[in-house]
């Protein structure tokens, strides 16, 4: 069966936004370098800031949709998640492996987390395969809203069954 994939995800890309806001702040501040530097502080803070905030709401979104699915039950141990890969657009990607116990078709929501080595939430994709036939496997991807830099590690946070 062909891999399927919707998500609902953070938004803009930090390092695009970081890099545009630095390049902008260097004409300002009076002219002297320690206000542009601490204009260009205050930006990145502000960014991260927001990045915090979109990660909080994508996280709540993919919580609120897996919510709207009737009748799921867990199936967590009926999901596995390939080694995560690194498109050539920075966005992170993984393979995301379902199999279907049941005695009839069913669909499946997989919400992927993407880490960094430290274990902290980066990105947040939700995932939908819809219609396995009783007991078969079918393959989707989870790729990154946002550019990820540095190790990235995936992990299943919610997977529901329906």
Partial sequence: MAGHRARWTTGATLPLAVAVTLGTTGCSGG???SGSA????????????????????????????????KNGIDAR????????????DGHATVAVRVENRAGSAKSFAVRVDFK????NLLDTVLVTVPGV???????????????????VRAEVGTALRY
Wanted: charged content about 15%.
């Fill in 31 to 33: 002219g002297t370098p």
């Fill in 133 to 151: 036939p009783a007991g078969k496997t079918a393959t989707a991807t989870a790729r990154s809203i946002r550019e990820l830099s540095g190790p």
């Fill in 116 to 119: 960094d080595s430290g274990g």
């Fill in 77 to 88: 141990s009926a999901v596995t998640l390939g080694t995560p890969a690194t498109a050539s």
């Fill in 38 to 69: 601490s204009q260009a502080a205050s930006a990145v803070s502000s960014l991260a800031s927001q990045a915090d905030s979109m990660l909080s709401s994508a996280t709540a979104e993919a919580g609120r949709r897996l919510g709207e699915v």
